[in-house]
């Protein structure tokens, strides 16, 4: 069984910081792809951050220059420093792990629970 475990989340003001961080844990073969996708009130789920195993990143257009993903390859876990925040940013942040379970078992997506962030005055 594997679970996915985020932590960070909380209220800052506008131009603050939040760290993120997120960890797998339990019986799987490796962890492959790991990133962020947020949802605000009324809006679709999308795309923050990814980061592959070999640190490759991608950043959604509204957050380049202001997020930073990065990973801990020997703790599985995946962590999103977010500066300079805005109150667009206001969202549920959820944490998604792209794993296998054995050497010939298919890639599976795992999801966090979610951590609210919100950004305001």
């Known amino acids: 069984q594997v679970q996915v475990v985020e932590s960070g989340g909380g209220l800052v003001q506008p131009g603050g910081s939040l760290r993120l961080s997120c960890s797998a844990s339990g019986s799987f073969f490796t962890i492959y792809d790991m990133g962020w996708y947020r949802q605000a009130p009324g809006k679709q789920r999308e795309l923050v951050a990814v980061i592959t195993t070999g640190g490759s990143t991608n950043y959604a257009d509204s957050v380049k220059g202001r997020f930073t993903i990065s990973r801990d390859n020997a703790k599985n876990t995946v962590y999103l420093q977010m500066d300079s925040l805005k109150p667009e940013d206001t969202a549920i942040y959820s944490c998604?792990?792209?794993?296998?379970?054995?050497?010939?078992?298919?890639?599976?997506?795992?999801w966090g629970q979610g951590t609210q962030v919100t950004v305001s005055s």
């Open positions: 998604n792990v792209k794993l296998k379970y054995t050497v010939l078992s298919v890639r599976t997506d795992y």
